[in-house]
């Protein structure tokens, strides 16, 4: 049904909307896939057109996070630190105002809730 749509509105050529996801969806997934390997040091070198298009060079600090069946590597922005009186007030707050106390154990009991997900 969307492949007649398209083809009645003229997005995509005839040919194309009639074998619809059957010509879209090879050239979706052939994107080039490199390889590296780990080093004995546990280093693993990115391939140059991988740091190239992302504009990363020497000294880029990554975070490292595992997703289960395996890692994702993000760059660590790094911009200028923000000092507690910079920020204090800019958030809108929604009721009274909290305790040192209660503070305390949302964060304890965000913390036990991520670490049962498995995040920490």
Same mark, same amino acid.
């Not at 395996?70 to 630190?81: A, D, E, F, H, N």
């Not at 009721?95 to 305390?104: K, T």
């Given at each position: 049904? !969307?492949?007649?749509?398209? =083809? ?34 546990? !280093? ?34 790094? +911009? =200028? ?7 204090? +007030? ?31």
């Amino acid at each position: 049904m !969307q492949a007649v749509c398209r =083809q009645c509105l003229g997005i995509l050529p005839d040919h194309i909307a009639a074998e619809g996801l059957t010509y879209i969806l090879p050239r979706l997934t052939s994107m080039s896939m490199e390889t590296t390997r780990l080093s004995s040091k546990g !280093q693993i070198i990115l391939p140059k057109a991988v740091r190239d298009t992302h504009r990363w060079g020497p000294g880029t600090d990554f975070s490292v996070e595992n997703t289960g069946d395996g890692v994702l590597l993000r760059p660590i922005r790094k +911009g =200028q630190p923000s000092r507690l009186e910079d920020v204090v +007030g800019c958030l809108p707050v929604k009721g009274s105002a909290r305790s040192i106390a209660e503070m305390d154990d949302a964060i304890a009991a965000e913390l036990r809730d991520r670490r049962d997900r498995g995040r920490y």
